[in-house]
């Protein structure tokens, strides 16, 4: 049977990937909200379904569906700012709707704690978008790790290189207060799947945060990890500035590169599928990696010195 979606932030850029997982899962959309409408992408999937700039007649419309023509609300995908999540999470319970999120699903961790409580006091889920756990090539990297030696500590250099213009910083992606910042922006589907992968959080040491770069040093309990962050195009190889390219990604584990440039087009389709079926990710799983880029946005900065990211090595150059 065809589920009931509505989505809210479907001006966004994630927003056409949601759009396509309802679309390829068969279901329907009956109400999509923005406060901007440069919504044209909706015409590619749903053109009949109802846009509204204004969140009370989205609400409106909504209620209005229920009362006169008992079309019930089953789901509502949230892709709007970071700092908006758990509120629209919030309005999706008290609807009698699931919620499915994009990540971070909140900026803070008590934020999650307290949609688990909601969630409880209700009927509804609330599922984030966890989409690297799904991917072939990490799926492939757990099985190795979770077959592999016990007692066995593993190395890992994660690096993601993918630059933004200046309107970056006047968005509120650059506002910290209201994307978390950085390491929560851009990293925290990594870190989600560090922890999947690795287990509990041991040590976290920050060794460089500005409003455009990130890094530090995480340890699981099975891996030390260096990692490297940056939104800077100053920070892209030359190798692959000279490919015209804007984006650099890399994980080595031992330093063995792990693949997984492609194989991404599908994976909210996938998540929403996973949900369907009954399985999905939900605020538990979520929890350790908003832990994470909440202890990053409040740490002390480290020393660089002992284990640290090898693209540190340029700014202790620049020092000297």
Same mark, same amino acid.
């Given at each position: 049977?065809?589920?009931?979606?509505?989505?809210?932030?479907?001006?966004?850029?994630?927003?056409?990937?949601?759009?396509?997982?309802?679309?390829?899962?068969?279901?329907?959309?009956?109400a999509a909200?923005?406060?901007?409408d440069?919504?044209?992408?909706?015409?590619?999937?749903?053109?009949?379904?109802?846009?509204?700039?204004?969140?009370?007649?989205?609400?409106?419309?909504?209620?209005?569906?229920?009362?006169?023509?008992?079309?019930?609300l089953?789901?509502?995908?949230?892709?709007t700012?970071n700092?908006?999540?758990?509120?629209?999470?919030?309005?999706?319970?008290?609807?009698?709707?699931?919620a499915?999120?994009?990540?971070p699903?909140?900026?803070?961790?008590w =934020?999650? $704690?307290?949609?688990? #409580?909601?969630? !409880?006091e209700?009927?509804? %889920?609330? /599922?984030?978008?966890?989409?690297?756990?799904?991917?072939?090539?990490i799926i492939?990297?757990?099985?190795?790790?979770?077959?592999?030696?016990?007692?066995?500590?593993?190395?890992?250099?994660l690096?993601?290189?993918?630059?933004?213009?200046?309107?970056?910083?006047?968005?509120?992606k650059?506002?910290?207060?209201?994307?978390?910042?950085?390491?929560?922006?851009?990293?925290?589907?990594?870190?989600?799947?560090?922890?999947?992968?690795?287990?509990?959080?041991?040590?976290?040491?920050?060794?460089?945060?500005?409003?455009d770069?990130?890094?530090?040093?995480?340890?699981?309990?099975?891996?030390?990890v260096?990692?490297?962050?940056?939104? =800077?195009? $100053?920070?892209?190889? #030359?190798?692959? !500035?000279?490919?015209?390219? %804007?984006? /650099?990604?890399?994980?080595?584990?031992?330093?063995?590169?792990?693949?997984?440039?492609?194989?991404?087009?599908?994976?909210?389709?996938?998540?929403?599928?996973?949900?369907?079926?009954?399985?999905?990710?939900?605020?538990?799983?979520?929890?350790?990696s908003?832990?994470?880029?909440?202890?990053?946005?409040?740490?002390?900065?480290?020393?660089?010195?002992?284990?640290?990211?090898?693209?540190?090595s340029?700014?202790?150059?620049?020092?000297?």
């Amino acid at each position: 049977m065809n589920k009931n979606f509505a989505i809210i932030g479907v001006g966004g850029y994630i927003a056409p990937r949601h759009l396509k997982a309802i679309k390829d899962t068969n279901n329907n959309l009956i109400a999509a909200l923005d406060k901007f409408d440069s919504v044209g992408i909706m015409d590619s999937y749903f053109p009949d379904s109802h846009f509204f700039v204004e969140f009370e007649r989205f609400d409106r419309h909504i209620e209005k569906l229920k009362r006169k023509k008992e079309i019930n609300l089953d789901y509502v995908s949230i892709c709007t700012p970071n700092y908006l999540h758990d509120a629209h999470i919030r309005m999706a319970l008290r609807r009698g709707a699931h919620a499915i999120c994009e990540k971070p699903i909140v900026i803070n961790p008590w =934020n999650v $704690d307290q949609l688990i #409580e909601i969630e !409880k006091e209700s009927n509804s %889920r609330v /599922y984030s978008i966890l989409q690297l756990r799904i991917h072939e090539s990490i799926i492939a990297l757990k099985n190795k790790v979770d077959n592999g030696p016990k007692d066995k500590i593993y190395d890992v250099d994660l690096t993601y290189l993918t630059s933004r213009g200046n309107w970056y910083h006047t968005s509120w992606k650059g506002d910290i207060a209201k994307s978390g910042g950085i390491a929560t922006n851009i990293g925290v589907h990594f870190y989600d799947m560090l922890s999947w992968i690795f287990g509990e959080v041991t040590q976290n040491k920050v060794h460089k945060l500005t409003e455009d770069t990130a890094a530090g040093y995480l340890e699981f309990e099975k891996a030390r990890v260096r990692w490297f962050l940056s939104v =800077n195009y $100053d920070n892209i190889p #030359e190798t692959a !500035k000279l490919e015209g390219k %804007r984006t /650099y990604r890399s994980i080595t584990v031992d330093g063995e590169e792990i693949e997984f440039s492609g194989g991404f087009t599908e994976l909210h389709t996938k998540s929403y599928k996973d949900i369907l079926n009954g399985n999905g990710y939900g605020l538990e799983d979520a929890k350790q990696s908003i832990q994470i880029v909440h202890d990053i946005r409040n740490a002390a900065i480290s020393p660089i010195q002992g284990d640290y990211h090898p693209m540190l090595s340029k700014q202790l150059d620049l020092k000297q």
